[in-house]
């Protein structure tokens, strides 16, 4: 016996499930590094990403903060919300 789900019209993100899931996954977030990498580290693996500046000088965390609010706009841009754990 063989059960069907409902389609359903995606309007963000990767179908999951798929044999090309993790491809679509990465093409999907393949500018995220470029939004941010001016002012801190961002690395990627798998579906985790880590944004991070080594904080030195008092300007440094007004840099952190800038690539977050970049981050904040990517998000937005591309309807995915983040999980920061």
């Not at 941010?36 to 961002?42: D, G, R, S, T």
């Not at 798998?46 to 000088?57: C, E, G, S, T």
Request: proline residues 2%; hydrophobic residues 45%.
């Amino acid at each position: 016996m063989v059960f069907f789900s409902e389609w359903t019209e995606l309007i963000s993100g990767i179908p999951q499930g798929t044999i090309l899931d993790a491809m679509l996954f990465i093409i999907y977030i393949n500018d995220l590094p470029d939004m941010c990498k001016q002012v801190a580290n961002v690395y990627l693996f798998a579906d985790d990403a880590k944004l991070y500046r080594h904080i030195l000088f008092d300007e440094d965390h007004y840099s952190l903060q800038s690539s977050l609010c970049a981050l904040q706009e990517w998000s937005d841009k591309w309807l995915c919300k983040l999980n920061a754990i």
